[in-house]
């Protein structure tokens, strides 16, 4: 399996299975767990779509510890965001399923051996 199908597979797995966990927590059955899992699976490439694998030293910012502190903040302030009106709660699924799927990318690359670079190139 090459890296961006077990990127895609790990991205819609876990993201999937925390969804469903919640909604089975709320007593809910909805198609999120599904969207959620397609949604992750899409955008766990995003960090080698901006930086592109071309050689074996492509990690550079976006590939970054300090760009994954980054973006986890971004992504726990959306999570304290309450929205209320139906889209802004689907903005919300959307920017919250992107951000852990770009960063379920950066925990598979930082356990390969080249790992990740704490800041990289700017």
């Known amino acids: 399996m090459s890296n961006g ?6 991205a819609a797995v876990a993201v999937g299975t925390a969804l469903a966990h919640a909604e089975y927590n709320r007593n809910e059955k909805t198609l999120r767990p599904v969207v959620g899992a397609v949604l992750a699976a899409a955008t766990t490439n995003l960090p ?9 030293n492509h990690r550079q910012f976006f590939h970054s510890v300090a760009f994954a502190g980054i973006l986890g903040w971004g992504a726990y302030k959306v999570y304290e965001w309450e929205a209320e009106h139906p889209v802004d709660k689907a903005i919300r699924l959307v920017l919250l399923v ?3 799927g770009y960063l379920i990318h950066l925990a598979l690359d930082a356990c390969s051996p080249k790992s990740l670079p704490l800041i990289g190139k700017i």
Do not use: N, Q, Y
Not at 5 to 10: F, M, N, V
Not at 48 to 56: C, G, Q, R, V, Y
């Open 48 to 56: 080698d779509l901006i930086e592109p694998a071309l050689h074996p």
């Open 5 to 10: 199908a077990t990127h895609r597979l790990a």
């Open 98 to 100: 992107g951000a852990a």
